[in-house]
């Protein structure tokens, strides 16, 4: 058995983290072949709620478990981390947009930042799905000084997961038949599911799905709302299908399961200026992935005047979100 992964989880008492930790533990995120240390990170009036998640982690005889860390210590939480799944803020409830969030989940990430910096291992890689997330991640990476800005990601991985359901749904495919679907921008109702460069079948999905009005109407809306229409249906937001589409992402990113040749997923990075989108902002792009830790963004792909015009908004609202956090970063 190789050494553990050290895999931070913060918010590990809650939904997300729920559904999360013991899909960890089996092996869904590092492969069936490496052993995982779980660092879970929870605040104070959590912890028994904590320590019940632990015991059922024990109870689940997990081989690839090799131990956990259970604290209200963000700097013991991070000791040593490879990988830490930033999931613990506050979900947003009816009525509410992920950005009303800001203040009070932002200040939660600076201090994860410094922590991260200060005790997370040199190859430390940081997903971060507590909402608003781009901007979360952008507040972490500036506090973590040292830390390359490359290493802090935010996950819109579940709006693809999402888009590539309704397309599949439509073109009466399986949902593997979806490739090359990049959600563009911020994981907000301004997201931008490119279906303009997605295929079906190796196709270009627009010879597939012929009807436009439908990608540009009930299509994109769908996937825009679809956060909401999970808090309005459940009264509570996503949990389940959020915990998979981050073990998608950590997968595809560094758990040893790089992205197929020719296809592309979702991942929210730093800009570096691609696509016209400034520098530093955490902007959901394609990017293909190496399973090992590295990815690249796709370039060169063709925008049509309906999607530049979609990422241009979004962008516009990831920088509104900088501006308001300015304090923070
Ligand atoms: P939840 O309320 O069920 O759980 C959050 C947990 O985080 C709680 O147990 C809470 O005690 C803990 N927590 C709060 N502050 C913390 C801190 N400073 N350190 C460590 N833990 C802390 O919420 P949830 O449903 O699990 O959602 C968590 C976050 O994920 C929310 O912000 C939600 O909006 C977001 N989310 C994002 C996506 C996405 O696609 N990016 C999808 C679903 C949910
Ligand atoms: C989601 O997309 O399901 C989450 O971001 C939760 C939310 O507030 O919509």
Not at 31 to 48: C, F, S
Not at 131 to 140: D, E
Request: proline residues 5%; hydrophobic residues 45%.
């Amino acid at each position: 058995m190789s050494t553990p992964v050290r895999v931070a989880v913060t918010g590990a008492a809650g939904q997300i983290g729920y559904a999360l930790v013991f899909r960890i533990a089996s092996g869904q995120m590092f492969g069936p072949d490496t052993p995982v240390h779980l660092q879970l990170l929870e605040i104070t009036p959590a912890l028994d709620a904590l320590q019940g998640v632990a015991m059922e982690l024990e109870d689940g005889a997990f081989p690839l478990l090799a131990g956990m860390t259970l604290t209200d210590d963000a700097a013991e939480a991070f000791d040593g981390t490879n990988v830490a799944c930033l999931v613990g803020a506050k979900p947003r409830g009816p009525g509410m947009e992920r950005a009303d969030l800001l203040k009070d989940n932002g200040a939660i990430f600076t201090g994860q930042g410094r922590a991260l910096a200060d005790n997370a291992a040199d190859d430390l890689k940081v997903a971060v799905v507590g909402n608003p997330a781009n901007t979360n991640a952008l507040i972490a990476a500036a506090n973590a000084e040292g830390v390359p800005t490359e290493r802090f990601s935010a996950m819109v991985r579940l709006d693809e997961n999402r888009a590539k359901s309704q397309l599949a749904n439509k073109a009466g495919v399986s949902v593997a038949e979806v490739t090359n679907l990049a959600v563009w921008g911020n994981h907000s109702p301004t997201m931008v599911p490119d279906f303009d460069n997605a295929r079906i079948g190796g196709q270009p999905l627009t010879d597939v799905i012929e009807d436009r009005g439908w990608l540009e109407g009930e299509f994109l809306s769908t996937v825009q709302q679809r956060g909401k229409a999970i808090i309005d249906a459940r009264g509570a937001s996503s949990a389940a299908s959020a915990a998979n589409a981050l073990i998608d992402h950590v997968a595809n990113w560094c758990g040893g399961k790089p992205t197929p040749e020719g296809d592309w997923v979702s991942m929210a990075v730093p800009s570096d200026g691609s696509y016209g989108v400034p520098e530093g902002l955490i902007c959901g792009f394609p990017v293909t992935t190496d399973g090992a830790g590295a990815y690249r963004i796709v370039e060169g792909l063709e925008l049509s005047g309906f999607t530049q015009a979609k990422l241009g908004s979004t962008v516009a609202e990831l920088e509104e979100e900088r501006d308001a956090v300015s304090d923070m970063l």
